[in-house]
């Protein structure tokens, strides 16, 4: 089975600050997923990397699949940024249909 | 395109009650999964399926049932509630290499 943790657990941020939230896992994999969850509970997908680097807005998410490591940056951060962060991962020798999550990283964004 | 419906929004069952909730995605996945969320645990997969007639058990099966008769559909049964599933439901669907689209979540308490 796949080990993912993310760190930290909580993240309070003052508006305009940068922010990182890392996500490590135990098994080589195919793809990871980073997800953003809001209050009232919705889940939308913000990235899916396999390799390197993907950019959004002033959403930066990277990957190293040697380091078995990925980080989410955000840059200039928003009272509106503030939601809880998942990474996810296929299960070791699952498909994407089979995944692994971090228990999420909870970003508050003070104006 | 609607994404992927999912009903009830909200449910009160008393222990030992039946009940199903509804998955739809209109996007022609081929991956389809149920995962449940609680405090503290992080999202954790219930069943998924990467087509119809296929199905699997996640990490968390006891309790449920899972059906693929189309690639529309994918519902999730409850067959006998126990308090220790109260929590809240997410459908997921996708494609393989592609973004993951959940439903809106369906809040479960068993009484």
């Known amino acids: 089975k796949n080990e993912v943790e993310q760190s930290p657990q909580n993240l309070t941020a003052q508006e305009g600050e940068f922010i990182t939230i890392n996500c490590s896992y135990s098994v080589g994999i195919s793809a990871l997923h980073w997800l953003q969850q809001h209050p009232g509970g919705g889940i939308v997908s913000l990235f899916m990397l396999s390799s390197g680097k993907k950019k959004h807005g002033r959403l930066i998410a990277t990957i190293n699949i040697q380091e078995k490591h990925s980080s989410l940056h955000i840059t200039a951060s928003h009272p509106r940024d503030s939601a809880v962060y998942i990474c996810?991962?296929?299960?070791?020798?699952?498909?994407?249909?089979?995944?692994?999550f971090g228990k999420g990283t909870k970003l508050s964004v003070k104006p | 395109n609607a994404g992927v419906t999912q009903t009830p929004k909200f449910q009160v069952l008393k222990t030992g009650q039946s009940m199903t909730l509804q998955c739809a995605q209109d996007?022609?996945?081929?991956?389809m999964s149920w995962y449940r969320q609680d405090p503290g645990m992080g999202l954790r997969l219930i069943h998924y399926?990467?087509?119809?007639?296929?199905?699997d058990q996640g990490e968390v099966p006891n309790g449920y049932n899972v059906s693929r008769s189309t690639t529309e559909d994918f519902p999730l049964r409850l067959l006998s509630a126990a308090p220790s599933q109260t929590s809240v439901y997410f459908c997921a669907s996708s494609t393989s290499g592609n973004t993951i689209y959940f439903g809106e979540g369906s809040w479960l308490t068993v009484v």
């Open positions: 996810a991962v296929p299960n070791y020798g699952g498909s994407q249909g089979n995944l692994i």
């Open positions: 996007m022609n996945h081929e991956y």
């Open positions: 399926s990467v087509g119809a007639g296929i199905t």
